[in-house]
């Protein structure tokens, strides 16, 4: 059976269907595929704006081996580089901070601006020579790569081959219009990762369904019930679920967090999470949210960063500052309570004999959906 006569099973109706196989989740071969198939050739999250908090500050990223450079310009905007020098391929920048004047290459000095430019080439014609009339400034810049930030994540697209980011996720944006305004960030309480021995798409799988409440979330599901959540879908961009009835944290004087501003009467009792593929997890309240980059280590370790924003700021609201280190580990509780299913899946998977296993039409089509997605981007890839 080829590889692509596995796929076909991916690619049915829900009804029919069967998931990725098992060599999607353990085979360093198909990992290395997906790599460039699905991760490179999309827009994945690769950090967070409020990692650069200021101009001129840059954060190097390793993603899948790939070095990159998140760096805030001068007028504030945000792009993304190989962090690599034109030169002789020194890495430039190798922890986050302040850039003071230019980018420089610790090895021969060769200096680039905040937009990439190349500035200076020290001795490059000989002693005390700065020029050489084969060096060209204007051709030598650092490679950017295509990014864009929404939501405070920073998405990039490594391959250039994508439809522009507006574009390829201009329904869910549309449908998360009321959202479009100033996030916060809940400062360094409100941030964690975790490190999970599993192959990302499985946590993408069970951020998607609401079916596992019950057994593996027993105190959200007492109030927010399996039967108050809906399906989230958007074939070949996107799914989830939403819940019906959100329930506001309250503190000890019962302080509340700030709403965003002018919100529909939907969003009183109503929440959405949505698993924007490939690799990034977003979830929105009517007072709060949440960003969640999986980081795909390996094929079997995958580490999840985890950010909670505000509609205003602590500066603004700090005696708020008890309640969201609160909600920050009544996240962290949620989320760990799914880490022994991803990595039971995991485990999992090395059963030879599994064959993808099947969906519940009724409760798992937003999970079909991202198995439906990854097939058809691997076939793509595998057909160039």
């Known amino acids: 059976m080829t590889k692509n006569s596995k796929l076909a099973s991916v690619l049915s109706p829900v009804t029919s269907a069967n998931g990725l196989p098992n060599a999607h989740y353990i085979d360093e071969g198909v990992f290395q595929e997906e790599k460039r198939a699905v991760l490179f050739a999309n827009w994945s999250g690769i950090g967070f704006g409020k990692d650069v908090p200021e101009a001129g500050y840059a954060k190097p990223v390793d993603f ?121 960030s809940g400062g360094e309480g409100s941030g964690f990762k975790l490190e999970v021995a599993t192959n990302w798409k499985l946590a993408v799988e069970n951020y ?49 967090f700030p709403d965003f501003a002018g919100l529909s009467s939907q969003w009183n009792e109503g929440a959405e999470y949505v698993a924007v593929y490939p690799n990034v997890l977003l979830g929105i309240q009517r007072d709060h949210a949440f960003a969640i980059i999986l980081e795909p280590v390996s094929c079997e370790k995958t580490v999840e960063h985890v950010e909670l924003y505000y509609a205003q700021s602590n500066q603004d609201t700090p005696n708020l500052d008890a309640l969201r280190q609160q909600n920050s580990d009544l996240w962290k509780t949620v989320f760990e309570e799914d880490i022994f299913v991803v990595e039971g899946m995991q485990k999992g998977r090395h059963g030879e004999l599994f064959d993808g296993g099947r969906f519940s039409p009724a409760m798992d089509s937003p999970t079909h959906c991202f198995h439906h997605w990854v097939a058809s981007q691997v076939e793509a890839g595998r057909a160039e």
């Open 208 to 256: 998607c369904e609401s079916y596992h409440l019950p057994w593996v979330h027993p105190g959200l599901n007492s109030y927010s019930r399996l039967e108050d959540h809906y399906h989230i879908e958007k074939l070949g961009h996107y799914s989830g679920q939403g819940t019906l009835v959100y329930r506001q944290l309250e503190g000890e004087q019962s302080e509340k």
């Open 64 to 184: 899948l081996g790939m070095p990159l450079l998140i760096v805030r310009d001068s007028d504030g905007e945000v792009g993304v580089f190989q962090n690599t020098c034109r030169h002789r391929g020194m890495i430039l920048v190798d922890k986050p901070g302040k850039i003071r004047g230019a980018i420089r290459c610790p090895y021969h000095s060769w200096c680039y601006g905040l937009d990439g430019r190349l500035v200076s080439t020290p001795h490059v014609g000989g002693p005390g020579q700065n020029k050489h009339d084969s060096i060209k400034l204007d051709e030598l810049g650092l490679i950017r790569i295509r990014s864009y930030v929404w939501r405070d994540v920073v998405f990039v697209n490594v391959d250039g081959s994508a439809a522009d980011f507006t574009e390829a996720h201009a329904d869910l944006m549309a449908r998360w219009a009321e959202f479009e305004q100033p996030l916060h």
